[in-house]
């Protein structure tokens, strides 16, 4: 069965430094997303894409992130310098973009856990 | 405001046992509605999903979830705990219309299975 991969699966890094998580959605999906967790707390929706640009974003999601899909099978995530309370799980999702909004299931990747010391 | 409440934080069955773990959601109109597992490693599996129709809906594993729109609740259930099932439980909603396509989820259940 055809499923998101998310790489790496753990990063650590130091406040201020640039991270970039990977992910590679189902292969014929169309829209993508990146939701965080931060531990003990909700899963929260950061970003989603389409076609090349993000199609929604929340208050999450300001100047220090950003994604992109640089070749036909990756889309990432970048966090420009992080911050203490980046620390959370991010998992990457994708949808087939077919049918309406809601509708559509989103599959998920593990996450990838990131610390920020 | 739109929110998904999951009250139990953890909860610890025995094997055998049935389990039901509480969904309550607060939205517009009725969203759609999932439930996703996350074993330990691993990512966000969907057990199942109700978009309309009939409100008990079956999902993966021997899981069934009722919605109850007078009750804005969306509740899994399972008839007999199996050791394997211990994970951690989410419950999500989608939008039923167009203009945004985020998942709202809940805090998760953590689920404890004793031999």
């Known amino acids: 069965e055809p499923e998101v991969t998310q790489t790496p699966s753990h990063q650590v890094t130091q406040m201020g430094q640039e991270v970039i998580l990977r992910c590679v959605p189902i292969?014929?999906?169309?829209?993508f997303y990146w939701y965080r967790q931060i531990l003990g707390q909700k899963v929260e929706f950061l970003v989603s894409f389409y076609n090349n640009e993000i199609s929604e974003k929340s208050e999450i999601f300001d100047d220090q992130f950003s994604v992109e899909r640089p070749d036909g099978s990756n889309f990432t995530l970048k966090i420009r310098s992080t911050k203490l309370e980046d620390s959370a799980m991010y998992f990457c999702?994708?949808?087939?973009?077919?049918?309406?909004?809601?509708?559509?299931?989103?599959?998920f990747g593990p996450g990838t856990r990131l610390l920020v010391l | 405001a739109q929110s998904v409440t999951q009250p139990d934080i953890h909860i610890t069955v025995s094997e055998g046992a049935s389990l039901e773990l509480r969904c309550n959601y607060s939205y517009g109109a009725t969203p759609y509605l999932f439930w996703y597992v996350q074993s330990p490693g691993q990512g966000l599996q969907l057990l199942l999903k109700y978009f309309s129709g009939d409100t008990l809906v079956q999902g993966i594993k021997g899981f069934e979830a009722e919605f109850k729109r007078s009750q804005s609740s969306f509740n899994l259930r399972k008839p007999s705990v199996h050791w394997s099932d211990a994970a951690e439980y989410f419950c999500?909603?989608?939008?039923?219309?167009?203009?945004?396509?985020?998942?709202?989820f809940g805090t998760g259940t953590r689920l404890k299975v004793l031999a």
């Open positions: 292969s014929n999906h169309l829209y």
């Open positions: 999702a994708s949808s087939g973009g077919v049918l309406a909004p809601g509708r559509e299931t989103q599959y």
């Open positions: 999500a909603v989608g939008p039923p219309t167009s203009g945004t396509y985020k998942y709202i």
